[in-house]
């Protein structure tokens, strides 16, 4: 494995450890700032908003300059930001400083993809983008009990000081170790181009994909806590460990994917999305018996996670002339995705329906989305159409 992939995850991971390590210190933070527990969640909210909104945004604006540049310049920002958060006197502060955080979030994940698959072969494009997506869920099995654990024993702001360290480390790693040139073809090309190529149906596809998995992901993963404790009777001490086990899983679901991409994409993509119906119907009916219950939840992370190195290497291919905006609206596709998920799920809990029926949501979900994916392949496979090639210059 690179120096440069390396640095590149390093990133990933500072980046998803500062999106999700607020949840296990946000008791903390509340009491901290004088404001509620609810008020205080605004700051997940608030941040999911800034990577879906302000990340293509800045992603389109920042086109020109060199990859390099840019994420080093991202990166800087991230430790800024870390800072501010861990110095802000009052809630508005720290919300702020969130959003800032989140903006150059969505930035970084859509270029980081495109610069690691330019350091690499053809055939292991889909290995490389699974490694940077590794980085979050890595974040949620080290960064985030870490994070947490830091916050507990010194205060909250020590783990926002924390996580700006590692960012510096992360920034300093990409300034030694990657190419100055890599991935040089995507500051060329106009703006209208990158506008255009959100038209073609295999990026629209996709996006549409990516909202409807994180739907299904998120009405069930948001609430998988009450979920373990009210149906399926596990000790609430018993819940941390099984949710590290989902991170595990996780994680080796993410490199399948992207072996899977680099052997044959589309046939994978539907198949994983075929199997996320199928653990989302498994999980509802296995809900209420504990062992089975854990190990189908394991089982649930990897097929969850494994659909994003697929699904994330068909955009970049179809969008090689103008990739980044394009690859900019995967993250929001993922956020738009987690929020009206989380809502969903609360919808139907507030209904009466309770923690047990949330499954369904994603098995209607992921049934979607094979079914818009085998559509589209073969729509590519009717039209003969072939991916666009990189455009060297303007």
């Known amino acids: 494995m690179s120096l440069p992939l390396i640095a590149l995850f390093l990133a990933a991971f500072a980046f998803g450890t500062a999106e999700f390590v607020i949840a296990g210190i946000l008791p903390e933070v509340a009491s901290g700032l004088d404001v509620s527990i609810p008020v205080a969640g605004y700051l997940i909210s608030g941040y999911a908003i800034g990577i879906a909104i302000g990340g293509p945004l800045l992603a389109v604006a920042t086109k020109k300059m060199t990859r390099k540049a840019l994420i080093l310049l991202l990166g800087g920002i991230f430790v800024l930001g870390q800072v501010f958060c861990a110095l802000a006197p009052n809630f508005e502060m720290l919300m702020l400083a969130r959003v800032l955080v989140s903006i150059v979030h969505g930035t970084y994940f859509g270029i980081a993809a495109i610069v690691a698959v330019s350091l690499v072969s053809p055939e292991k494009r889909g290995f490389a983008v699974a490694l940077i997506l590794s980085g979050l869920t890595v974040s949620n099995i080290l960064g985030v009990p870490g994070g947490t654990a830091i916050g507990n024993a010194l205060g909250w702001r020590a783990t926002f000081w924390a996580v700006g360290i590692i960012g510096l480390f992360a920034t300093l790693a990409v300034a030694f170790f990657l190419p100055r040139h890599a991935a040089s073809a995507a500051t060329f090309g106009s703006f209208v181009r990158e506008f255009k190529a959100l038209g073609r149906q295999q990026i629209v596809t996709s996006l549409f994909i990516v909202i409807l998995v994180m ?76 062992i089975v219950m854990a190990i189908a939840t394991i089982l649930w992370g990897g097929v969850n996670f494994a659909f994003g190195s697929p699904v994330q290497s068909r955009v970049l291919a179809w969008a090689a002339d103008a990739p980044n905006l394009a690859s900019a609206l995967i993250p929001t596709g993922f956020n738009i995705g987690i929020a009206i998920g989380a809502i969903l799920g609360a919808g139907l809990i507030d209904s009466g329906l309770g923690y047990s029926v949330l499954p369904l949501i994603g098995a209607v979900t992921s049934a979607l989305a094979a079914a818009i994916a085998v559509m589209s392949g073969l729509m590519d496979r009717s039209s003969g159409a072939l991916p666009p090639v990189a455009v060297a210059a303007e």
């Open 215 to 290: 739907i299904g992901q998120y009405s069930l993963f948001t609430y998988i806590a009450p979920l373990l404790t009210n149906v399926t009777g596990l000790d609430t001490g018993t819940v941390p460990w099984l949710l590290l086990l989902y991170g595990v899983g996780s994680t080796i679901g993410v490199f399948v994917g992207g072996r899977l991409a680099d052997w044959k994409l589309m046939p994978s993509l539907v198949t994983i999305l075929a199997l996320q119906a199928v653990m989302f119907v498994t999980l509802y009916f296995v809900s209420p018996y504990p």
